[in-house]
């Protein structure tokens, strides 16, 4: 079984036939964790620009690409440089960079302690224009992604409405540099599940993302042209009560002859606000105690090596 055995769900089927696509999305979790999503709404040429501006960041020298990073800032904000990150429980960090952008907040927000504003290098003029875009596309996708999987659950429509207002939501430009013979033994990141509600991405370059399926087997994973894959996160698996289980993932190394090419990825990490509460839902096979979106994150992230 690899993705393609996946239907990929329209996303316009959220606004004409809401129940199919609530039973889309359930089906695609149940099988493997993750849902292929087409028909989505986000312009290519948007897509490629977002791409090259952040291909043209990683491709600065070192000095330049570390003025950006946020000392004591817990990754939330510009460069996380290599080898810093590591996966929950391992030794080794991944063998990645990443720039993080969040939501941009107005003057005074109360949640501006909490999420705060964005950097943008200077250097690459195109950047700020062309990802601040893509964030905002990703973000309304999905939250149209939010309607179905509440329908799914037995909620309202609107359930999540409120819950991701403002929610603490991330771009992750991802930077996999090309892979050296005295690195050939370590993936390029460790098996682990996203923190957040739900992660949307479009489909790297480069292969080498595997995902764990409910037989315990490691699956490539390789998203058709045009695409957006879908998977649960912590946050959302601890609010259904396990019902949608996260997603355990990984990416392994290339192939001996895919060695020397940069790897480049783009997930969008869908956050509840800060100050949202989560309290499992009855009747699920598992229960945690209630926490805040906010505390729950900062707990994850020092497990990650991020603060």
Same mark, same amino acid.
């Given at each position: 079984?690899?993705?393609?055995?996946?239907?990929?769900?329209?996303?316009?089927?959220?606004?004409?036939?809401?129940?199919?696509?609530?039973?889309?999305?359930?089906?695609?979790?149940?099988?493997?964790?993750?849902?292929?999503?087409?028909?989505?709404?986000?312009?290519?040429?948007?897509?490629?620009?977002?791409?090259?501006?952040? =291909?043209?960041?990683?491709?600065?020298?070192?000095?330049?690409?570390?003025?950006?990073?946020?000392?004591? /800032?817990?990754?939330?904000? /510009?460069?996380?440089?290599?080898?810093?990150?590591?996966? =929950?429980?391992?030794?080794?960090?991944?063998?990645?960079?990443?720039?993080? $952008?969040?939501?941009?907040?107005?003057?005074?927000?109360?949640?501006?302690?909490?999420?705060?504003?964005?950097?943008?290098?200077?250097?690459?003029?195109?950047?700020?224009?062309?990802?601040?875009?893509?964030?905002?596309?990703?973000?309304?996708?999905?939250?149209?992604?939010?309607?179905?999987?509440?329908?799914?659950?037995?909620?309202?429509?609107?359930?999540?409405?409120?819950?991701?207002?403002?929610?603490?939501?991330?771009?992750?430009?991802?930077?996999?540099?090309?892979?050296?013979?005295?690195?050939?033994?370590?993936?390029?990141?460790?098996?682990?599940?996203?923190?957040? +509600?739900?992660?949307?991405?479009?489909?790297?370059?480069?292969?080498?993302?595997?995902?764990?399926?409910?037989?315990?087997?490691?699956?490539?994973?390789?998203?058709?042209?045009?695409?957006? +894959?879908?998977?649960?996160?912590? $946050?959302?698996?601890?609010?259904?009560?396990?019902?949608?289980?996260?997603?355990?993932?990984?990416?392994?190394?290339?192939?001996?002859?895919? $060695?020397?090419?940069?790897?480049?990825?783009?997930?969008?990490?869908?956050?509840?606000?800060?100050?949202?509460?989560?309290?499992?839902?009855?009747?699920?096979?598992?229960?945690?105690?209630?926490?805040?979106?906010?505390?729950?994150?900062?707990?994850?992230?020092?497990?990650?090596?991020?603060?």
């Amino acid at each position: 079984m690899t993705i393609a055995d996946i239907q990929p769900i329209p996303l316009s089927l959220v606004e004409s036939d809401l129940a199919a696509a609530a039973a889309g999305f359930g089906e695609a979790f149940a099988r493997t964790g993750f849902a292929v999503v087409c028909d989505h709404g986000i312009d290519q040429a948007l897509i490629d620009r977002a791409l090259a501006a952040t =291909k043209a960041f990683f491709a600065l020298p070192a000095p330049l690409k570390q003025r950006h990073v946020v000392v004591g /800032g817990g990754g939330q904000r /510009g460069l996380t440089p290599f080898g810093i990150e590591a996966a =929950k429980g391992e030794v080794h960090a991944d063998l990645k960079e990443f720039w993080h $952008m969040g939501r941009d907040l107005p003057a005074g927000h109360p949640f501006a302690a909490t999420m705060p504003a964005n950097l943008w290098p200077a250097e690459v003029p195109d950047f700020q224009p062309a990802v601040s875009a893509l964030f905002a596309a990703l973000d309304a996708a999905g939250l149209r992604m939010l309607r179905a999987i509440a329908v799914h659950l037995g909620l309202a429509p609107d359930f999540f409405a409120d819950t991701v207002r403002d929610g603490n939501s991330i771009l992750r430009l991802l930077h996999y540099p090309p892979v050296t013979p005295d690195k050939a033994g370590p993936i390029r990141a460790g098996a682990h599940e996203d923190i957040n +509600v739900i992660t949307l991405l479009l489909g790297a370059e480069e292969a080498g993302l595997q995902l764990l399926d409910r037989s315990g087997q490691w699956r490539d994973i390789a998203a058709p042209p045009g695409s957006l +894959v879908c998977n649960v996160g912590d $946050m959302l698996q601890r609010l259904s009560g396990g019902r949608l289980p996260s997603t355990t993932h990984r990416v392994v190394n290339p192939a001996p002859d895919r $060695m020397g090419i940069a790897r480049y990825s783009t997930p969008f990490f869908l956050h509840f606000r800060p100050d949202y509460v989560i309290e499992t839902m009855p009747g699920g096979p598992h229960s945690w105690p209630a926490i805040s979106a906010d505390d729950y994150l900062k707990e994850r992230l020092r497990e990650i090596k991020l603060l």
